[in-house]
């Protein structure tokens, strides 16, 4: 079952194009990662699925229901965060939940016990105050809750972290590990670390084009740095391995890492696993480790959107 | 139903919580209180002026309140000072919820953009149509008070009407601000409005029927001027005027993003 899948949409800004001919199929239960550099078309597309902004064309459907814009029906089964939450500031963080609750159907008695439960999970149980006196980072956690509060089928984060510092991101990222048992999480950043942590499948946008979906370890894969990393006892050893590699065609970027580490790209891997241990022993020097490098996410990024 | 509870219930709290709105009521009640005194006070303060030394050789003649001067008072401020109060306190109502984006947020909890405006409209006809009376029930009082008697013939009527003007200028002033993306250009949209229906109520062709002239009607009904005629036009095109606000606005809502 598909929680998501958008067909050839497509967003037109005059003679700007925000998101090009995007396809995207999110099944149901993953986390998806949406990522892009500033700019890409992200928040375009979520506001698009959220019905906010009306796509130039293409289709759009939420668990499996066409969606159309400026109609309601066919959202209730999403929460959603914007990238900059903004609430009614006379309002308290229980009052808006309440409120939101409402909305969502949520019948009263169960509301206040769910109210609660959200509260906790993002870390707001004891803020009393009116959320006009709330930093970004206090209501980008609101929003979390505001959107997790009737266990919506597909939660749509828009930079759920941005305002975070490093002990709030960890939170949301469990967070959403947490709600994925139960819902399918489709979240926008720009933030790697984020994503490599949490996500099953991530799709990278660059100026409104999608340039790479795939799951984790297929990207892995696919930009593999065939680079290997060998560490010897001295830095004189390490000398000794880099000098004897500079002479090698299969070998190129050779360079020393913290005195001791010498780092060597190959022209395809196997060449590396079995050569590189041959000129080590030639050589007498002593393997203290070796291994591939696999691919950062940074680096897939770097690849994908430069490529 | 839910969401139109929901929301009207989130207006109330509004109306209780911003000052914004509390000192709209406020104004209804000073101006319910201030034009009997006003009209009472005006002759005294003028024959004070007339009296003091540097105004010697100058003769005033100020005639002495009677009922009529009374409602003049509570109506003139009502269609200047209540007009521009109004569109002060609710020219955002739609605008900066579309600019802040708490509207966005509402509208992706599955609901329509005619109930969301609808709530609007109710909630802010309900806060006008409250402080009125309220004002208006106060000037009756303060009047009866001062004068004696208050309640003349074609009270009623001419109360009413300047009733109905308000909630037509709220409606307008709604859907200046939904037409609007921000506060600024609402506001100037609302002021631009009014001014130009009331130039166009100028022209005889559409005087007749411009709920604008709602207004004026009021004094001339107390006077016995107004013909059942004169008053039925305006009263069905401002009656008229609200849902077709709200239908515009609805229109413009459902095809704006946001």
Known sequence: ?????????????????????????IPEGSIYGFLGPNGAGKT???????????????????????????????????????????FYPWMKPQEYLMFSGKLYGIPHRQLKTQVSEVLETVGLAKAKRSIGSYSRGMKQRLGIAQALLHKPKLLLLDEPASAL????????????????SSTTVFFSTHILTD????????????????????????????????????????????????DALQGEAWASRIRIEQDVEVLVSVSDKETGSYRIPKIVSDLGLPINAMELLAPTLEDIFVKAVRS | MRHLSALLEKEWMETLRDAKRLVLVAVFV??????????????????????????????????????????EQFLKNMSQMIL???????????????????????????????????????????????????????????????????????????????????????ALVLLASTFSRSIGMSALLAFGLVFFLMA?????????????????????????LATFRQIIRPVITGILSIPVCLLLSSWSFSRQEL
Not at chain 1, 14 to 19: H, K, N, R, T
Not at chain 1, 213 to 241: C, F
Not at chain 2, 49 to 68: N, W
Request: hydrophobic share 50%; with cysteine.
């Open chain 1, 1 to 25: 079952m598909t929680a998501l899948e958008l067909t050839s949409l497509q967003k037109n800004y005059e003679s700007v194009q925000a998101v090009c001919n995007l396809h995207l199929s």
């Open chain 1, 44 to 86: 375009t597309t979520l506001r698009m699925i959220t019905g906010l902004i009306k796509p130039t064309a293409g289709e759009i459907r939420i668990c499996g229901r066409p969606v159309a814009f400026g109609n309601a029906k066919g959202r209730e089964s999403i929460g959603y965060l914007p990238d900059v939450p903004n």
């Open chain 1, 165 to 180: 510092d490093p002990i709030g991101r960890k939170d949301v990222m469990e967070i959403i590990k947490r709600v994925s």
């Open chain 1, 195 to 242: 994503i490599e942590r949490v996500c099953d499948r991530v799709a990278i946008l660059n100026g409104g084009v999608l340039v790479v979906e795939d799951n984790m370890d297929a990207l892995k894969r696919k930009y593999a740095l065939n680079q290997w990393r060998i560490r010897v006892d001295s830095h004189q050893q390490a000398m000794r391995l880099s």
């Open chain 2, 30 to 71: 000073f101006v319910g209180l201030l034009s009997p005194l006003m009209a009472k006070l005006t002759p005294e303060l003028f024959s004070l002026i007339a009296d003091s030394p540097g105004m010697s050789g100058i003769r005033m003649s100020i005639p002495e309140p009677d009922i009529f001067t009374y409602y």
């Open chain 2, 84 to 170: 521009f109060a109004v569109m002060l306190a609710f020219m955002g109502s739609v605008s900066q919820e579309k600019a802040e984006g708490t509207a966005s947020l509402v509208l992706t909890k599955g609901v329509s953009r005619i109930v969301f405006l609808t709530a609007k409209f109710l909630s802010v006809l309900t806060i006008i149509s409250a402080a009125y009376w309220l004002s208006a029930i106060l000037f009756l009082l303060y009047t009866s008070l001062l004068y004696g008697t208050s309640v003349i013939a074609g009270t009623w009527a001419a109360l009413s009407l300047m009733w109905l003007y308000l909630l037509f200028v709220s």
């Open chain 2, 200 to 224: 166009v109520s100028a022209l005889p062709v559409l005087r007749d029927w411009s709920p604008m002239s709602l207004s004026a009607l009021p004094s001339r009904i107390l006077q016995g």
